[in-house]
């Protein structure tokens, strides 16, 4: 099983980015799935779930400018960042079965 994450790259401030990861089995009968960052220097956080359901939830740092949302059909998770800031500027992960993907570098400039 793979997750392979896909997006990123360098945007200004105040830009948007949709990230994606690819999964390589299907992800209809996953409950949770999750992506996380990594900014240099700093421990691995999570950024946002989504639930089987479609439950989402957000850390206070991104809540009301990034989305979560998940395509069984097409087996991929999503992740939707506007209004950007220096400081989301990360490799951002997609988890989910207890495996990682191998992770996409997203840079805001100011």
């Known amino acids: 099983v793979q997750l392979q994450a896909s997006g990123g790259g360098l945007v200004q401030a105040g830009g948007s980015l949709t990230l994606s990861c690819a999964a390589s089995?299907?992800?209809?009968?996953?409950?949770?799935m999750y992506w996380y960052r990594q900014a240099p220097g700093k421990q691995r956080e999570l950024v946002a779930v989504?639930?089987?359901?479609?439950?989402?939830n957000y850390s206070d740092s991104v809540k009301g400018r990034f989305t979560i949302s998940r395509d069984n059909g097409r087996n991929t998770l999503y992740l939707q960042m506007n209004s950007l800031k220096p400081e989301d500027t990360a490799v951002y992960y997609c988890?989910?079965?207890?495996?990682w993907g191998q992770g996409t570098l997203v840079t805001v400039s100011s």
């Open positions: 988890n989910t079965w207890g495996i």
């Open positions: 989504i639930t089987r359901e479609g439950g989402t």
């Open positions: 089995r299907s992800i209809f009968s996953v409950d949770s």
